[in-house]
T-cell receptor, first 115, second 114 residues
Framework: GAGVSQSPSNKVTEKGKDVELRCDPI?????LYWYRQSLGQGLEFLIY????????KSGLPSDRFSAERTGGSVSTLTIQRTQQEDSAVYLC?????????????FGPGTRLLVL | AQKVTQAQTEISVVEKEDVTLDCVYE???????LFWYKQPPSGELVFLIR??????QNEISGRYSWNFQKSTSSFNFTITASQVVDSAVYFC???????????FGKGTLLTVNP
């Protein structure tokens, strides 16, 4: 597609369950980023990929959060044993390369609600 | 540490009014990049502009204009003759010259009333 796509659009889960969020970057973009948007914390960086490797995982809030990227394309963000404070919109972005001058283009996000 | 402050939480204007959204940033880096994104009710962050720290030239794009002043660490965004479709949350963001993560402000909710 023309832009970054994310699935599912919305996810409701019960506390303690695992969830997987998917991001499909813009075709040809080698860098991929995950952010979280919540009412209390605003927009926070989670992790960034260059190709399939993640040089910066500094934003992951706990070891319940992990992400992987395969084939230099699709990425999956996994949250294990979800907690209510994980409720947020998870945004994915991609850029052509990981250069600091590059612009990050965002997807529509996945709205996660943990009951 | 990097910080972006958008002091205006909400702004409400009537259509055709001009409106300026303020953004003040903090960084010790000499090389950095500033961004504005628009987030309409659909939720997707739409890129508007990127500015490099070594280029203080102001920019105009249609009804949008940006005023970058390093002396006051500000990167303000003005919408001229606002329209209802401009209603959205606008985010200012900063990226260091040596890092890939964006640091966002809290956003300004702009409501343009007909």
């Amino acid at each position: 597609g023309a832009g970054v796509s994310q699935s599912p659009s919305n996810k409701v889960t019960e506390k303690g369950k695992d969830v997987e969020l998917r991001c499909d970057p813009i075709s040809g973009h080698t860098a991929l980023y995950w952010y979280r948007q919540s009412l209390g914390q605003g927009l926070e960086f989670l992790i960034y990929f260059q190709g399939n490797s993640a040089p910066d995982k500094s934003g992951l809030p706990s070891d319940r959060f992990s992400a992987e990227r395969t084939g230099g394309s699709v990425s999956t963000l996994t949250i294990q044993r979800t907690q209510q404070e994980d409720s947020a919109v998870y945004l994915c972005a991609s850029s052509f390369v990981a250069g600091v001058q590059e612009t990050q283009y965002f997807g529509p996000g996945t709205r996660l609600l943990v009951l | 540490a990097q910080k972006v402050t958008q002091a205006q939480t909400e702004i409400s204007v009537v259509e055709k009014e001009d409106v300026t959204l303020d953004c003040v940033y903090e960084t010790r880096d000499t090389t950095y990049y500033l961004f504005w994104y628009k987030q309409p009710p659909s939720g997707e962050l739409v890129f508007l502009i990127r500015r490099n720290s070594f280029d203080e030239q102001n920019e105009i794009s249609g009804r949008y204009s940006w005023n970058f002043q390093k002396s006051t660490s500000s990167f303000n965004f003005t919408i001229t003759a606002s329209q209802v479709v401009d209603s959205a949350v606008y985010f200012c963001a900063l990226r260091r010259g040596s890092n890939y993560k964006l640091t966002f402000g809290k956003g300004t909710l702009l409501t343009v009333n007909p």
